[in-house]
């Protein structure tokens, strides 16, 4: 039986909750980041992306591209990973073999993750909100030069949609 490992959980918890609770993002669909997350999605060759927020106890799409997702429990959201670095883009190129993810429900069932990228959304006061990403059940070896920056950049302007 393959496992996987829910998502910990940052050491700044209380006040990135408080700054999701005092953004109100966590109810806020944007539309206008739609597009941003379509060009996010294209800049890997994904099948969709998402944005997400991280709420108490569940991911919540905010903006889509090719989604139907609306939200999944934290415990087994990809998403829930990324926010604990919120300086990093989080690469998983191959989740069937990643022995954090190999069992995930999200990977061996619908919607079949095996390649994620993952930037963090970044609210001005510091806070991680979620996260700007694109996913595709085709493992990746590598990105493009320079697709790690741009990913982040893409972030900022999502983050910005969503808090407008």
């Known amino acids: 039986m393959l496992s996987f490992i829910k998502p910990s959980y940052p050491v700044d918890e209380a ?29 890997f060759d994904a099948k969709f992306g998402i944005a ?3 709420d108490r106890e569940k991911m919540i799409v905010n903006a889509r591209y090719r989604s139907d997702i609306q939200e999944i429990d934290r415990a087994i959201s990809f998403c829930g990973h990324a926010i604990l670095n ?5 690469v998983i190129f191959n989740a069937s073999i990643d022995r ?5 429900p999200l990977v061996r069932g619908s919607p079949h993750i095996a390649f994620y990228v993952g930037a963090p959304l970044v609210a001005p ?10 996913i595709d059940s085709l ?15 893409l972030a900022g302007r999502v983050t910005e949609k969503l808090l407008g």
């Open 15 to 43: 006040e990135r909750q408080a700054a999701v609770d005092r953004y109100g993002v966590a109810a806020r669909q944007s539309r206008a980041a739609d597009a941003l997350v379509a060009e996010a999605a294209q800049l």
């Open 52 to 54: 997400t927020v991280i």
């Open 86 to 90: 919120p300086h990093n883009v989080m």
């Open 100 to 104: 954090r993810f190999a069992g995930n």
């Open 125 to 134: 006061c510091g806070a991680v909100l979620g996260a700007l990403c694109a």
């Open 139 to 153: 493992p990746r070896a590598q990105l493009l030069p320079g697709a790690r920056a741009e990913l982040q950049r």
